[in-house]
């Protein structure tokens, strides 16, 4: 009688089965709407966040992107444009399941309650439409 014993190592499991990440795409006022959306990533692929600032003026606005990433993304600065302003931009990484719900040390938004995020619509409905 031949008796198997399988071991498994979680993180042998955890690349069998894919890297899990929170979602939304920027840009995303507060990082809150992102914990809805978690994903199975595929292969090779880690979970990012990534925090971007934007002003005009005495504004600040802070947006927040959560994906899946090839490693080439990880790491990156740079700057976008969206919703009339540019934002620069930080991409970091992680590689376990839904560790992208923020890194520690980041603040919280700057937009995370409705009274801001209604003073963004009315500042961008007045210079732009």
Do not use: W
Not at 25 to 33: E, M, T, Y
Not at 35 to 43: G, I, N, R, S, Y
Not at 59 to 68: A, P
Request: a positive charge; aromatic letters at 14%; hydrophobic letters at 35%.
């Amino acid at each position: 009688c031949n008796v198997f014993i399988i071991v498994t190592c979680p993180r042998i499991v955890h690349f069998m089965s894919g890297l899990r990440c929170y979602t939304c795409l920027f840009p995303a006022i507060s990082p809150l709407d992102c914990f809805k959306f978690p994903q199975e990533c595929p292969a090779g692929q880690r979970c990012l966040f990534s925090e971007a600032t934007g002003r005009r003026g005495a504004l600040s606005v802070t947006m927040y992107e959560k994906s899946c990433a090839v490693p080439s993304q990880c790491g990156v600065s740079g700057q976008k444009y969206s919703s009339g302003l540019y934002f620069n931009y930080t991409n970091l990484c992680c590689d376990t399941d839904l560790c992208n719900s923020a890194p520690s040390g980041l603040r919280a938004t700057v937009l995370d309650t409705p009274s801001h995020s209604m003073l963004f619509y009315l500042f961008f409905t007045t210079f732009y439409i």
